[in-house]
């Protein structure tokens, strides 16, 4: 219970007296919270009781009941038997509500620092997880399909090289097994074959050059874009 709230309880179980002795009671009290400092009105509360205790006194002074022990006195209402409890102790033997308040927010503040500082981490630790996972997919991916376009490429090109030089000797020895008996077409199949030898040692050297030179620096020029990429994304984590 605070300060006013206090002194609003006692305003208000007051109201059934007359309302000179209400108002200098509650100046009495008043004055009491102002001398006591602000920094210990909630010693003063546990010193003086519960408003009901307080008000109790008041109306005892008011009706004569222990006239021996309640008096009213220009500072307000006194009674000798609570006055060794109303007293406010020196700051030194008190318990300082300040400090403990104040150490407890203190570790509170810091108990939201370390939290912070953890979720902080837990998303770092994300982030860089899932930049490497990309980085090593994207190379993945990378060498999969750059191995695939590559077999695909000697493979095709084997096939494309074979298939044409093997049908110009076919067209060839056919030619030349006809001379004998259909001299124009035999020299037609022996031209066309000619022709289909010439196309496939010019597809052999095309593939040959794809296969020992492009293909080469192809693979070259990959692994160097994927070492940039990777070297960028481990400089931003």
């Known amino acids: 219970m605070s300060r006013e709230e206090y002194m609003k309880q006692l305003a208000y179980l007051l109201q059934d007296i007359p309302e000179e002795e209400r108002r200098e009671a509650l100046e009495y009290y008043e004055d009491y919270f102002e001398e006591a400092g602000a920094g210990q009105e909630y010693s003063v509360i546990e010193m003086l009781g519960s408003p009901e205790k307080v008000v109790a006194l008041i109306k005892e002074g ?15 209402y006194r009674d000798d038997r609570f006055d060794e409890f109303r ?66 490429l000697v493979f095709g090109g084997i096939a494309a090289v074979f298939g044409t030089l093997g049908g110009g000797v076919v067209l060839l020895i056919r030619g030349i097994m006809q001379l004998g008996t259909a001299t124009g077409t035999a020299f037609l199949s022996i ?23 492009l293909i080469p620096w192809l693979v070259k020029g990959v692994i160097k874009i994927f070492n940039k990429l990777f070297r960028k994304g481990v400089r931003q984590a």
């Open 191 to 213: 031209g066309v074959g000619l022709l289909t030898l010439a196309l496939g040692g010019i597809l052999f050297i095309i593939w040959f050059n794809i296969l020992f030179r």
């Open 62 to 76: 008011l009706v004569g009941e222990n006239s021996d022990m309640v008096e009213y006195t220009e500072a307000g």
């Open 87 to 152: 007293k406010v102790p020196k700051p030194q033997d008190t318990f300082n509500r300040e400090n403990t308040e104040e150490t407890h927010g203190e570790e509170i503040k810091k108990k939201r620092q370390s939290t912070v500082k953890i979720i902080m981490g837990i998303v770092l630790i994300i982030c860089v997880l899932e930049l490497v996972i990309k980085i090593i997919g994207s190379v993945l991916g990378g060498v999969v399909g750059l191995t695939g376009g590559i077999i695909s």
